[in-house]
């Protein structure tokens, strides 16, 4: 393979910052306050004509007078400057840049791109942009977004022809407990695109998914051999916006995208193996599943709920996906039987209605039908924690009537029944994906969270999933056939 040019920008251990000042209100310098914000550990060298210091950091003239070996430059300065400055990065041994500056092609400025590119390649300057948000390597506490980041790095990579969906996602997938381990805002793909971008997300180890939120694909024949081959290796989830007349509209006049029609996209989504989303949402839900659930080795769904409603959305989700819901065994619903309510419903969905025996519900039954064989993947919907009884304690209506002791006693079974119940789930031998209503930091949820059990915050959303996790586990199964074959 050959060198990649990201492995600098994205990695970079030193950084000289054009456009940055001490005013707070210029884009270069909130990007600046993101990269310290969030705790960058190498060097940082703002390059201005006249300021002497920025936010306490040295500031240099020109990028000659640091005298130190600088592996990326951030560029945010009014267009026609940057082809000059480019120029300059190559005199200096620089070669590595991000341009977030817009005003080439995007608004029909097809000269300043051509000059652009004339001192890029005379300069032997590689970048990403222009018109772009950003890099981060969240892992490396390295942002040069707009957008501080909150939380611990996660293991999703992005890359992204809107910078948005690099930056204004963040606190929306903090609070879902998914986080981005590295994002690549594209921008109008100059030079660095997206072949190159799948092509570092594969060598990544921390990243175990790959998204991409496209508006045009510049490398057709490149593209599609790079993701048929990424594809073998980790999942790709992406999400097309260019198929309608409107959709390409906008985004001709937002990154320069040539549009290609729906049938045109999916066939290439089909023909390299890429997960398809149909939604923002979609495509960070199938990427919270396929980056966390081992891969199925069919297609048969169990459902194990305590609610009709949940459990028949469920099912009717499935089945309108073309997966198997098939009827439990005489065997297996003996076996659930025996820590189930009267009440109970269990040939698939098994429907408990009510819990009589908590942990049989969240850890007993769940490994019953894991490892029964009559399943490929586990929808589980129905979790929520002992912290319920809190509302009883502290209601002055009927806090004077309850047992306190008993409740005290209720809390702490569930704290270590919240851990018990951690060790089943990740211990299944088939994928588990769990629905909830509830907020991502009530302490159970969040405790089997921090397990990497996914969780969606409807039935519906987590069948879908289910569904992208079979698609993508049936394409992968296909190389390995062939690999067996040819041994």
């Known amino acids: 393979m050959t060198h990649n040019p990201l492995n600098e920008i994205m990695n970079a251990r030193s950084v000289a910052f054009y456009g940055a000042s001490n005013n707070l209100s210029k884009m270069g310098s909130s990007q600046l306050v993101t990269l310290l914000c969030n705790g960058y550990r190498g060097r940082i060298y703002p390059i201005h004509p006249s300021e002497h210091s920025i936010f306490g950091l040295p500031a240099y003239k020109k990028i000659s007078d640091i005298g130190e070996p600088v592996d990326c430059a951030v560029i945010v300065l009014p267009t026609k400057l940057v082809p000059s400055v480019i120029e300059e990065l190559g005199e200096a041994g620089v070669f590595r840049a991000v341009i977030v500056t817009a005003g080439f092609k995007e608004v029909g400025s097809a000269d300043l791109q051509q000059q652009l590119d004339r001192a890029a390649q005379k300069a032997g300057v590689r970048y990403v942009g222009p018109n772009c948000i950003g890099v981060a390597n969240l892992r490396e506490n390295y942002n040069i977004t707009v957008f501080p980041f909150e939380g611990e790095p996660g293991v999703i990579g992005m890359l992204s022809h809107s910078g948005t969906f690099v930056t204004h996602v963040m606190p929306y997938l903090h609070a879902r407990k998914l986080n981005y381990a590295e994002a690549i805002s594209l921008g109008n793909e100059g030079d ?9 997300m594969a060598g990544r180890d921390t990243v175990k998914a790959i998204t991409c939120y496209i508006e045009t694909i510049r490398r057709g024949r490149e593209f599609i051999d790079k993701a048929a081959e990424v594809s073998k290796i980790k999942p ?3 999400l097309y916006a260019s198929g309608t007349e409107a959709g390409a509209r906008a985004t001709a006049s937002h990154t320069a995208a040539m549009a290609s029609s729906e049938g045109i996209m999916d066939g290439v989504f089909r023909q390299t193996g890429i997960i398809r989303a149909t939604s923002l949402e979609e495509m960070f839900d199938f990427s919270c599943v396929l980056s966390r659930c081992s891969l ?5 769904i169990g459902i194990l709920t305590n609610s009709g409603g949940p459990g028949a959305l469920m099912a009717d989700t499935v089945s309108r996906l073309g997966l198997d819901l098939p009827m439990f065994s005489e065997g297996l619903q ?5 820590f189930s309510p009267h009440t109970a419903s269990l040939s698939n969905p098994v429907d408990f209605t009510f819990i009589n025996n908590w942990e049989a519900f969240f850890s007993r039954v769940p490994r019953i039908i894991a490892e029964s064989g009559e399943v490929d993947v586990l929808l589980f919907y129905g979790l929520f924690g002992i912290e319920t009884f809190l509302h009883y304690r502290d209601n002055p209506a009927v806090a004077p009537t309850l047992d306190r002791a008993m409740i005290q006693a209720t809390m702490g079974m569930g704290n270590a029944l919240k851990v018990k119940i951690g060790d089943a789930l990740a211990a299944l031998p088939i994928p588990v994906i769990c629905s909830t209503f509830l907020d991502f ?5 969040a405790h ?12 519906e959303r987590a069948a879908r999933a289910a569904g992208a996790l079979c698609r993508y586990s049936t394409w992968r199964s296909l190389f390995v056939e062939k690999d067996a074959v040819a041994v």
């Open 192 to 200: 660095i695109d997206i072949v190159d971008g799948l092509d570092y």
């Open 236 to 238: 790709i989830v992406a």
């Open 296 to 300: 199925p080795a069919g297609k048969r």
């Open 334 to 338: 003996d076996a659930i039987s025996e």
């Open 441 to 445: 930091n009530e302490p159970l949820i």
């Open 448 to 459: 089997l969270v921090e397990r990497s059990i996914p969780f969606l915050p409807t039935p």
